[in-house]
């Protein structure tokens, strides 16, 4: 999103073998400027007030698409058997409400020091440290050893700073099980999003560090969308997303001009419509209220 979840997701890539880890494409400067923020993750009123918001929206969104798709339902822990990768986790955020929904969850997340601050906030709630596990790597370096693991995945805020997309959608393949789902929300790369997610979020509101995105990665649906299409994925549905930072709080919209959510699926799954092709109906009341106002900025966003 246009403020910044600095959640890093970097990969190694060799012409040769392009999942091998002989190579690295990590940006130190990168690392080492979040690293600095490392230990603020859990600040709700911090860097991270905006991600925390978003959570209002991602989380029934991830979990009431995953329902619709499933006949089984357990009260009270209604994720409890599927498996969730959480790339570039930061310092749990996303993580812990999908555990707390029963899921069992795998962080990963190439910055050390966001893992121990991962880990240290799960242990405070002796459920989560069963759900939860967190690993300090990047997706390509697990790979071989987490084939066909996962029933999801989940990527939020990530694609925007990985070093190569492509490799990034073949490693989320790879680790996915056949018909499994693939969640991820990012920013597009349009005029609108460079004046509000740069210009405005970190020049002159200040409510992510300046420098923290690069205009030039932000991704435009329509090439994540070709992207995953020809990495065998089916697109299932695409959610534009708009926060307000004068609320605080995050709403669904028709327009996908600055950030969005797309749902897909692994192929494998049956041809059938699915109840994503919509908004879950926790949010269909907020999508209409937004509805008349897609393609501009309502009053008060900035």
């Not at 929300?185 to 409510?207: C, D, H, P, R």
């Given at each position: 999103y246009w403020f910044n979840d600095v959640q890093l997701s970097l990969f190694r890539f060799t012409v040769k073998r392009p999942f091998s880890t002989s190579h690295s494409s990590v940006d130190s400067k990168e690392i080492k400027k979040f690293q600095l923020l490392a230990h603020k993750w859990w600040d709700e009123e911090g860097e991270y007030a905006a991600l925390h918001s978003m959570n209002d929206i991602r989380v029934p969104f991830i979990r009431d698409t995953l329902l619709s798709m499933s006949s089984n339902?357990?009260?009270?822990?209604?994720?409890?058997?599927?498996?969730?990768?959480?790339?570039?986790?930061?310092?749990?955020?996303?993580?812990?409400?999908?555990?707390?929904?029963?899921?069992?969850?795998?962080?990963?997340?190439?910055?050390?020091?966001?893992?121990?601050?991962?880990?240290?906030?799960?242990?405070?709630?002796?459920?989560?440290?069963?759900?939860?596990?967190?690993?300090?790597?990047?997706?390509?370096?697990?790979?071989?050893?987490?084939?066909?693991?996962?029933?999801?995945?989940?990527?939020?805020?990530?694609?925007?700073?990985?070093?190569?997309?492509?490799?990034?959608?073949?490693?989320?393949?790879?680790?996915?099980?056949?018909?499994?789902?693939?969640?991820?929300?990012?920013?597009?790369?349009?005029?609108?999003?460079?004046?509000?997610?740069?210009?405005?979020?970190?020049?002159?509101?200040?409510?992510?560090?300046?420098?923290?995105?690069?205009?030039?990665?932000?991704?435009?649906?329509?090439?994540?969308?070709?992207?995953?299409?020809?990495?065998?994925?089916?697109?299932?549905?695409?959610?534009?997303?708009?926060?307000n930072p004068l609320s605080g709080s995050w709403s669904w919209m028709e327009s996908t001009s600055l950030n969005y959510a797309v749902h897909a699926v692994k192929s494998g799954a049956p041809a059938q419509s699915h109840a994503t092709d919509t908004l879950p109906e926790t949010d269909v009341q907020q999508r209409s209220a937004t509805a008349g106002t897609a393609g501009t900025v309502p009053d008060g966003t900035v």
């Open positions: 339902y357990h009260l009270g822990n209604p994720l409890s058997g599927i498996k969730i990768l959480d790339v570039g986790c930061g310092g749990g955020l996303l993580s812990e409400p999908l555990g707390r929904l029963g899921a069992s969850v795998t962080g990963i997340d190439p910055v050390e020091d966001n893992i121990r601050t991962a880990d240290q906030h799960k242990s405070f709630d002796p459920v989560l440290a069963k759900r939860i596990q967190y690993k300090s790597s990047s997706l390509e370096e697990i790979v071989e050893e987490s084939m066909e693991t996962f029933d999801v995945i989940v990527a939020s805020e990530v694609v925007e700073h990985v070093a190569d997309l492509e490799t990034f959608i073949k490693c989320c393949s790879q680790v996915l099980k056949p018909e499994g789902s693939l969640f991820i929300t990012t920013i597009n790369k349009t005029q609108l999003s460079y004046v509000l997610g740069i210009v405005v979020a970190e020049k002159i509101m200040g409510i992510v560090p300046d420098g923290t995105h690069e205009w030039e990665k932000f991704v435009p649906p329509e090439e994540l969308e070709r992207l995953l299409e020809s990495n065998g994925f089916s697109v299932k549905s695409v959610n534009g997303m708009l926060y």
